[in-house]
C-alpha cells in the first residue's frame, strides 16, 4: 500500500533490477555501468558546464529523436560547446546503446554532453581543452506514479534570458533544485515556478497545463523549456478541436481549475491532484488529461 505522504517525483518508475546490469555509453565506448566514470575535472562535475536531453523508447522507436537531437544541438550552439559529432553520429551512439543493452520498448536515456575535461579545475572554458564529454545513460523505465503529484508555488523564478535562459536545457540545474527542495519542505513532491511578472509558468522539471471549462491553457512559453511534450500537446489539441491558450495566467486561475497536467518526455502527461494545498478538481486524473495522455500515446504510436 502505498503512504500518500511519501514524496512522489514525475520522474518516477517501477522498480527494474536489470538497471543495475545496463551499458552506458561513454565517449564512444559501451561500459558496464559500475565501470563508467567521468573525470573529477570534468566540465560538467565541476561547474554544471553542458547540455543535456531526455529521449524515451516506445515499441522499437525512440520518439521525437531529430526533435531531440535538433535542440542539443541548439544547446550546444547556444553555449559554444562543440559536440564533435554530427547529429546522425549522436543518433548512431543511441542505437548502438540501445542494442548493446537489448532494449525494445520502454526505456529512457539521457543523453549529456560536457565542456569535457578540464586542464586546471577552474571556471574558464578555455580550460577545457580535450574535447567534450559525452555519456548516454539508458535505463528500463515505465513511467509508475502512485497518485497525482502536488505541487507547490516557490519562491524561485523562471527567470529572463539574459540571465541563464530557462530555455537551455544545461547542466546547471540549481534553480530547479532549490525550487524543488522548497517544495517539498512544504510537504509538496515538486515546485510550481512562476514568472519574472507572477504568472504561473512551469515546474521545476516539465512544462505545466491547466484545464478551465473544456479548454487547456499553459503558459506563454516566454520562460520555460520549449518541452517537445508541449509543443506536442498543444498540436495535438489543435488538431482535434480542443480549445488551446498559450497565455498569462495567474495562480487564482490555477486554483479553480478543472484539471491540472504537466508534461515532459519522461511521463508524458502526468496528472496534478493539489496545488499549494487546494485541492484541484476531483484531486483525480481529469477527463482531458486522460483524452489528451490517450492521444498522445496514439501519436507516438503512429
Ligand atoms: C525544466 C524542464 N521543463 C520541461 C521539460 C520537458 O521537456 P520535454 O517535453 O522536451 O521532455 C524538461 C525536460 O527536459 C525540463 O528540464
Known sequence: MTDTADPVT???????ARNEQILIWVNGRIVPKAQAMVSVYDSGFMLGDGVWEGIRLYDGRWAFLDEH????????????????LTPEQVA??????????????????????????????????????SGPTMVIIMEHSRPKIPRPIRLATVPHLRGLPMTQ???LNSHSKLNCILACIAAEKAGADEALMLDVHGFVNT?????????????VWTSTGDYCMNGI?????????????????????SLVDTYSADEA??????????PVGMIDGRVIGSGEMGPMTERLRGLYKAMVAA
Do not use: Y
Open 165 to 167: 535562459d530557462p530555455k
Open 203 to 215: 515546474t521545476n522539471a516539465c512544462n505545466f497545463f491547466i484545464v478551465r471549462k473544456g479548454e
Open 261 to 270: 497536467f504537466l508534461t515532459g518526455t519522461f511521463g508524458a502527461q502526468t
Open 229 to 249: 511534450t508541449r509543443g506536442k500537446v498543444i498540436q495535438l489539441c489543435r488538431d482535434n478541436g480542443i480549445p488551446v491558450f498559450e497565455r498569462n495566467f
Open 92 to 129: 548512431q551512439a543511441i542505437f548502438d546503446t540501445q542494442a548493446a543493452n537489448g532494449m525494445q520498448t520502454d526505456a529512457h536515456a539521457r543523453l549529456m554532453v560536457t565542456r569535457g575535461v578540464k586542464h586546471r579545475p577552474f571556471q574558464h572554458p578555455s580550460l577545457s581543452r
Open 10 to 16: 514525475t520522474h518516477q518508475a517501477e522498480d527494474d
Open 69 to 84: 537531437i535538433e535542440r542539443l544541438f541548439e544547446a550546444a550552439k547556444a553555449i559554444d560547446l562543440d559536440i564533435a
